[in-house]
């Protein structure tokens, strides 16, 4: 079962405006979140979280923003650089350990 | 810090053969090793959870005489896909929690995958 939908797989942005990533989720015991971002042939790296008490959790660029009752988080990216694209993961965790990841959403941002 | 290091990258077997993938982590001791196969497309899927010195917790659906995990030490887990078929074919990546890391809300740390292809 799909706990965790990303259901754009890819997006492109122009260099400079605002990636926007969304991530949908099902399960009310999720309450922690996060984002990472892949590059090709490396691993995913953890990018920023934010807790279910949070709606919006900023770092430098990067912003993420959780809708509790929509179940639904998004990751802002402004401003969108080229070296931002990546395949971004969405991924929900609960306090039973259980975490689901969403399928990706493949960001190219063009010079 | 906190480095994960798998191997191999890619690996290409005969069908009916094993093979072994490690997970490492190179500068933590990890209490906690997590298996994920990706099909592509799709979302990383949780294999199995392997704790040091006790025998891993298989998902529902992972077939636990098939793919062995071991995890012998704090910073080595092994998977080993037994009598590999094509449909075994995927992409393999491993991911650690570092100890003392509280476990449910501390980011993982990942390896770079292991591309298996069965032929």
Known sequence: ?111 | GAVVSQHPSRVICKSGTSVKIECRSLDFQATTMFWYRQFPKQSLMLMATSNEGSKATYEQGVEKDKFLINHASLTLSTLTVTSAHPEDSSFYICSASRLGDPSYNSPLHFGNGTRLTVT
């Open chain 1, 1 to 111: 079962d799909q706990q965790v939908k990303q259901n754009s797989p890819s997006l492109s942005v122009q260099e400079g405006r605002i990636s926007i990533l969304n991530c949908d989720y099902t399960n009310s015991m999720f309450d922690y979140f996060l984002w990472y971002k892949k590059y090709p042939a490396e691993g995913p790296t953890f990018l920023i979280s934010i807790s279910s008490i949070k709606d919006k959790n900023e770092d430098g660029r990067f912003t993420v923003f959780l809708n509790k009752s929509a179940k639904h988080l998004s990751l802002h990216i402004v401003p969108s650089q080229p070296g931002d694209s990546a395949v971004y993961f969405c991924a929900a965790s609960a306090r039973n350990n259980d975490m689901r990841f969403g399928a990706g959403t493949r960001l190219t941002v063009k010079p």
